[in-house]
C-alpha cells in the first residue's frame, strides 16, 4: 500500500526566509507525486506535481520540488516566502492503475513578519 | 476560483440522519472525486466515479453512498451519521480518469454532526 509522512507537524518562518517542506514517500512502482496547498476556508490548489523526467520540477506561486527516487523523497521548497504563503501543505501520492491520492496529514506554515 | 462548485457549505445535523452532499464538476470534467478531511483521519478518498460509472473505491463506510449522473454532477450520501461523521467533505473533478490528470478541488461541505 502506498503511503506518504510528512514529519513536521508545524513550521514557523520569517518572511524572506527559505522553506523545505519535508515529504516521504513509500510505493513499491514509480510514484506519481503531488505537493497541494489548503488555505484555511478553502480548497487544495495543487502547486506542483512529478510524473518523470527531470527530478526537479518547478510549480506556481514560486515552489519547486525534487524527487529524489534513494530517499524516496519528495521535498518542496521556496527561496523566499511571502506572508501569503501562510497554510497548509499536503504532499500525496499516486500511480497509474491506483488512481486514488494518497495524502500526507500536512505540515502547517506560518509566516511571521 | 477552481470552478468546482459545492453545496452546501455547511451542514448541522443530529446523529441517525441522512444528508446529501452535492457537487458539481468543472465544466468538461467527467472524473469525480470524493475525500473527507477530519483531524483524527486526515484527507481519505472515499470514492470516484467517471462519466457515471464508479471507477475507484477507497475508504467509504457502507453507510455512505454516491452517484454521478448524467449531467455529471455528483451526490454523496450519508446516512445514519455518527459524531464521528463530523468532517471537511471534498470534491474534486478532473478531465481523464486517471490520477495524472490534475484534479481540481471544490472548497469543501463542512459537515457537522451533533
Known amino acids: 500500500a502506498q503511503s506518504v509522512t510528512q514529519p513536521d507537524i508545524h513550521i514557523t518562518v520569517s518572511e524572506g526566509a527559505s522553506l523545505e517542506l519535508r515529504c516521504n514517500y513509500s510505493y513499491g512502482a514509480t510514484p506519481y507525486l503531488f505537493w497541494y496547498v489548503q488555505s484555511p476556508g478553502q480548497g487544495l490548489q495543487l502547486l506542483l506535481k512529478?510524473?518523470?523526467?527531470?527530478?526537479l520540477v518547478q510549480g506556481i506561486k514560486g515552489f519547486e520540488a525534487e524527487f529524489k527516487r534513494s530517499q524516496s523523497s519528495f521535498n518542496l521548497r521556496k527561496p523566499s516566502v511571502h506572508w501569503s504563503d501562510a497554510a497548509e501543505y499536503f504532499c500525496?501520492?499516486?500511480?497509474?492503475?491506483?488512481?486514488?491520492?494518497?495524502f500526507g496529514t500536512g505540515t502547517r506554515l506560518t509566516i511571521i513578519p | 476560483d477552481s470552478g468546482v462548485t459545492q453545496t452546501p457549505k455547511h451542514l448541522i445535523t443530529a446523529t441517525g440522519q441522512r444528508v446529501t452532499l452535492r457537487c458539481s464538476p468543472r465544466s468538461g470534467d467527467l472524473s469525480v472525486y470524493w475525500y473527507q478531511q477530519s483531524l483524527d483521519q486526515g484527507l481519505q478518498f472515499l470514492i470516484q466515479y467517471y462519466n457515471g460509472e464508479e471507477r475507484a473505491k477507497g475508504n467509504i463506510l457502507e453507510r455512505f453512498s454516491a452517484q454521478q449522473f448524467p449531467d455529471l454532477h455528483s451526490e454523496l450520501n450519508l446516512s445514519s451519521l455518527e459524531l464521528g461523521d463530523s468532517a471537511l467533505y471534498f470534491c474534486a473533478s478532473s478531465v481523464g480518469d486517471t490520477v495524472n490528470t490534475e484534479a481540481f478541488f471544490g472548497q469543501g461541505t463542512r459537515l457537522t454532526v451533533v
Open positions: 500525496a501520492v499516486g500511480a497509474r492503475g491506483n488512481e486514488k491520492l494518497t
Open positions: 512529478y510524473f518523470s523526467g527531470d527530478t
